[in-house]
């Protein structure tokens, strides 16, 4: 199982709106989540099951799609929100989970 | 507060053997599965092994099958990371998580890793 993320840097305002996209080499229904990891920090779960948003994670954050297309969509850039992002099929789990190369997010 | 603190990583040569440990605290550690996942600058995230929660099911990336043990004492609240036969590809942070895959018999719901650690660093050098 391949994911393949794009692109893999976004160079991007502060307020703007951002879609980042992840694609699966084969269906993973909605078993699909989204990580942030901040300059030497663990990855945060930011959105499960392709559209649920985990425990404190602002409403600005939001997941969509199905299958083998993902999306994850910021709708205001705040400074905080510079990172990398990373997708993750966890469809196959436990037997094998696999992560996209990720998103690096820049400040334009 | 819910918390993953992992130890035990550091330099050792090629063919060496290392055990890292994940202290979990603040959540109900004996019903949650628990997974480590390796990061390295060229490669990003990568899975290596998951525990269910009692211990009895473990699976492996195949990069490191046969060479790593994952293994837990929930009455400790620890999970561990055993590793032989370590190679310079093993060079990476090792993250350890708790995994929400859940089972009911013999249904397993896989599950998002929801909960981090900060981390240990491996290094496999001469």
């Known amino acids: 199982m391949v994911m393949t993320q794009s692109p893999a840097t976004l160079s991007v305002s502060p307020g703007e709106r951002v879609t980042l996209s992840c694609r699966a080499s084969?269906?993973?229904?909605?078993?699909l989540a989204w990580y942030q990891q901040r300059p030497g920090q663990a990855p945060r779960l930011l959105i499960s099951g392709a559209s649920a948003r985990a425990a404190g994670i602002p409403a600005r954050f939001s997941g969509s799609g199905s299958g083998t297309e993902f999306t994850l969509t910021i709708s205001s850039l705040q400074s905080e929100d510079f990172a990398i992002y990373y997708c993750?099929?966890?469809?196959?789990?436990?037997?094998?989970?696999?992560f996209g190369q990720g998103t690096r997010l820049e400040i334009k | 507060d819910v918390q993953l603190v992992e130890s035990g990583g550091g330099l050792v040569p090629p063919g060496g053997s290392l055990r890292l440990s994940c202290a979990a605290s603040g959540f109900t550690f004996y019903q949650s599965w628990m997974t480590w996942v390796r990061q390295t600058p060229g490669k990003g995230l990568e899975w290596v092994a998951t525990i269910k929660n009692d211990g009895t099911e473990k699976t492996y990336a195949e990069s490191v099958k046969g060479r790593f043990i994952i293994s837990r004492d929930n009455d400790k609240n620890l999970v561990h990371l055993q590793m032989y036969n370590l190679r310079g590809e093993d060079t990476a942070v090792y993250f350890c998580a708790r995994d929400r895959t859940t089972s009911f018999d013999i249904i397993v719901v896989p599950g998002a890793l929801d909960i981090w650690g900060q981390g240990t660093t491996v290094s496999v050098s001469s």
């Open positions: 993750q099929q966890y469809n196959t789990g436990p037997l094998e989970i696999t």
């Open positions: 084969e269906s993973v229904d909605t078993n």
